[in-house]
């Protein structure tokens, strides 16, 4: 399996984790020439932006570390993206940036990550 088709799969997994937490994905990988979210979702009334990080193992430390200050604005500004693509306002909508870390087969969910 290459990386492409690993990421994918971890995606899917953290997808179908986070609707059994009820939480509906509406979109994955949502690009635009600032970058990429993983997974848009919403959570009652929230919009969710949601950075899936994998590792296999501990070597490289837990992987939400991952996503730092640079990764963190250029999720911020594809979301306002995302949002007016949709015709949201962004000013009007609530808006949560979580991050869903899968080490192992270990799945943890840190909303408002960032």
Do not use: C, W
């Amino acid at each position: 399996m290459n990386k492409r088709q690993l990421g994918t799969e971890k995606e899917s997994l953290a997808a179908e984790y986070l609707e059994e937490q009820g939480i509906r994905v509406l979109d994955r990988n949502f690009r635009t020439r600032f970058g990429e979210i993983d997974l848009v979702a919403r959570d009652g009334d929230e919009f969710v932006f949601v950075e899936v990080k994998y590792r296999a193992g501990t070597n490289s430390g837990d992987p939400a570390e991952a996503v730092g200050t640079k990764k963190q604005a250029v999720i911020r500004k594809t979301a306002l993206t995302y949002l007016k693509s949709k015709g949201v306002n962004p000013t009007e909508a609530l808006i949560r940036f979580d991050v869903v870390s899968i080490l192992g087969k270990t799945i943890r969910h840190y909303k408002n990550a960032f």
